[in-house]
Nanobody, 124 residues
Framework: QLQFVESGGGLVQPGGSLRLSCAAS????????IGWFRQGPGKEREGVVC????????NFADSVKGRFTISRDNAKNTVYLQMNSLKPEDTAVYYC?????????????????WGQGTQVTVSS
């Protein structure tokens, strides 16, 4: 089963930072686009940001532009999400997922299975 293990979440004050990690399990992520998604309390899951196999990034959510940065380390089979200037509205469970390309990921959803996610809570 192709899925990810997300980690790095926690409780942080508004304005703080966190770095999330997404480790691939059962496959090599070198040739895939990887996206971060999130689901806030009482909300639908939404796409946040994506990175293609070649390293190009695509923002799915305007609200995170300039604050969130996605990166990948293929040698470690891991994708990261650096989150700065966090806001209470960023509170959510964060997930990662894979597809052939970022456009396909956003439109059709992932071929990988959803993992457990990692909880991010932004609160004073």
């Amino acid at each position: 089963q192709l899925q990810f293990v997300e980690s790095g979440g926690g409780l942080v004050q508004p304005g703080g930072s966190l770095r999330l990690s997404c480790a691939a399990s059962g496959f090599t992520l070198d040739y895939y686009a990887i996206g971060w998604f999130r689901q806030g309390p009482g909300k639908e899951r939404e796409g946040v940001v994506c990175i293609s196999y070649s390293g190009e990034t695509t923002n799915f959510a305007d609200s995170v532009k300039g604050r969130f940065t996605i990166s990948r380390d293929n040698a470690k089979n891991t994708v990261y999400l650096q989150m700065n200037s966090l806001k209470p509205e960023d509170t959510a469970v964060y997930y990662c997922a894979a597809e052939a390309g970022c456009d396909t990921l956003m439109v059709q959803g992932p071929f990988s299975s959803w993992g457990q996610g990692t909880q991010v809570t932004v609160s004073s």
